[in-house]
C-alpha cells in the first residue's frame, strides 16, 4: 500500500488508482489525496487534478456521492484549462456523478453535450462520455452521438469506406476507439450489425495481427475473466492491442479466432482461463516477463495441461456461453464472430 502521507509522485498515484478499492480504507485513501493536494504534498504539482479525480472515482465506487461530488468539483478548478484532455476526463466523470445524484440530469447532460466535439479529438473521449451516458441508461443518446462522430471522421477521409483504406495507425486513433464503442453501446442496445459495426471488427482485426507480427507471436487462447481482464491491463497495458482495449474486445477477437480455427478443420477447441496471478507464478518460475510473448506461450502450455483451466468450446447455441456472463452462446458470444 502506497503510504499517502507521504510526498506522492506520479507512480504513487498510478498504483494507488490499481490498489485503493482492494485497501480496508478506501474513502481514507480518497481523503488522503485530498490532503495531499491541500498540503502541497504532490511531487508534482500538476498531478492534484488527477489526484482529486481518483478521489472522486473512489467515493463514487462507495456510493458517497455528495464526497464524490466535491471531489470532483475541486478536480476541475485545479487543471490550468478546460481544454486539458484530462479535465475532460473529469468533467465526464463530474457528469456521471451527476446523474447518480439524481434530479441533476439536465446539469449532467449539458456538461457531456459540452464534451461532445473532443469524441473526434481525444481518443479518450469516447469512452468517458460512454460510461456517463450508460449510467444513466441513455445508450440509445450515447450511440447518436457516436454514430454522428464516426461519420463526420469517415466524411473526412474520401476514401475511408474501406477498412483497408482506413487502416489502424501504428498507434490506435480516434476512429478506431470511437468505433470500439459505438461497436459495444450497439451490442448493449442488441441492434444489428451494421457497416460501422463490420469496420470496427475489421480494424481490430488488423491491429491484433500488426501487433502479433511485430512481437514475433502467434494468436494464443488465453481468456481473461473480467476481473482479471481489468487487472491485467491495469499493471500490463502494453498488452491491449494484443488482448483488447476493453473486455467486449477480448472475448469478440477469442471467438473470432477460433471461428477460423474451426473452419480450418480444427476440432477440440477449447480456451484456456488465465489469471494475473498465474501469470505471474509462471514468468517467476522462468525468470522473465509477464509481458514477454514466449512467457505467455508458456503459460498457456502450463494451461493446455490442467483440465480444469480448460473450456471448450464451441457450446450449444443455447447453452450458458464460454465466457462466463451465465447468458446463452447465442445471445453473447456467437454474435461477436460476425466481422
Known sequence: MVPTKDMLTSDHLAELRRSALGTADPLGVAAE???????????????AGDALSLAA????????????????????????????????????????????????????????????????????????????????????????????????????RATAADAAEVGPPEAPGVLYFLLQQRHRVRRELNLPHDRHDDLADRLDTQLTRRAQEQQGEEPDLLFWPRAEFDRLLAEQAALAPIYGPDWDAHRARLERHL?????????????????????????????????DPQTRRRYAAELATRPNAQVAWPPERNGACWCGSGLKYKKCCLPRSRG
Open 33 to 47: 489525496l485530498a490532503d495531499a493536494v491541500r498540503e502541497g504534498r504532490l511531487a508534482e504539482p500538476g498531478d
Open 57 to 156: 472515482e473512489i467515493a463514487e465506487t462507495r456510493a458517497r456521492l455528495d464526497a464524490a461530488l466535491d471531489y470532483a468539483d475541486r478536480a476541475l478548478a485545479a487543471y490550468p484549462s478546460v481544454d486539458d484532455a484530462r479535465a475532460g476526463s473529469a468533467r465526464a466523470l463530474r457528469a456521471r456523478i451527476l446523474f447518480r445524484v439524481g434530479g441533476r440530469d439536465d446539469e449532467a447532460l449539458a456538461e457531456l453535450t459540452a464534451l461532445r466535439p473532443l469524441l473526434t479529438e481525444q481518443p479518450d473521449a469516447p469512452a468517458h462520455v460512454t460510461a456517463a451516458l450508460g449510467a444513466a441508461g441513455r445508450h440509445a443518446v450515447a450511440q447518436e452521438w457516436l454514430s454522428e462522430a464516426v461519420d463526420t471522421l469517415l466524411e473526412a
Open 259 to 291: 471461428v477460423g480455427l474451426a473452419g480450418a478443420g480444427q476440432t477440440g477447441l477449447h480456451v484456456l482461463t488465465a489469471t494475473v496471478d498465474g501469470l505471474r507464478g509462471s514468468a517467476g518460475r522462468q525468470d522473465s516477463d509477464p509481458g
